[in-house]
């Protein structure tokens, strides 16, 4: 059982009463603009219950977990990461945010505490990011958490039709202020 805190977070493992929340963000076409188009409910579900399954590091599945405000446990969003690689022991990270609580420094603030976490558990020895050239809050809250802007990849992703160029973000442990 994963539960980290912060002064204003408590960042938990995913369960079965996260479902109406998850299926929310999931499907609010502002918060995945720049990530993927909205996809069916039962693709959803299917994800969701694949994600309430024990998670393994070595597994390179996705931890997903839920992000709740400490003093009302108000849902927030999810984050989490998965092993890119592992010879390198690189994770990519990655976040969603309710519109309610986007611009309040909860991205950041569950991003670096998952972060520490991953350091402290596995050895994670560099994180990587990626976001879409026109997701400036993504890239800010990346910055934030001492990410370092290490290139751009053109086409390097598609919603739709459309073809998206996206920045690749790093953090090594020793870029990590504190």
Known sequence: MIELYT???IIRNIQEADWPNVLALNTNQSVLKYIREV???ADIKETFNQRLAPWDYASGKWLTLIIETVDTNEFVGLT???RESEAMN???VGYLIAPCHQGLGYGTESLKAVIDWGIIQFNIQKYIGYCAVKNLS????MLKCGFVQE???R????IGNLKIDEYIFGLLPSDIRT
């Open 151 to 153: 290139g751009l990849l």
């Open 39 to 41: 996809t069916s409910v």
């Open 155 to 158: 086409e390097n992703h598609s």
């Open 90 to 92: 690189r994770a990519e």
């Open 138 to 141: 993504s890239a800010k809250v």
């Open 80 to 82: 989490g990461f998965c």
């Open 7 to 9: 002064d204003r977070l």
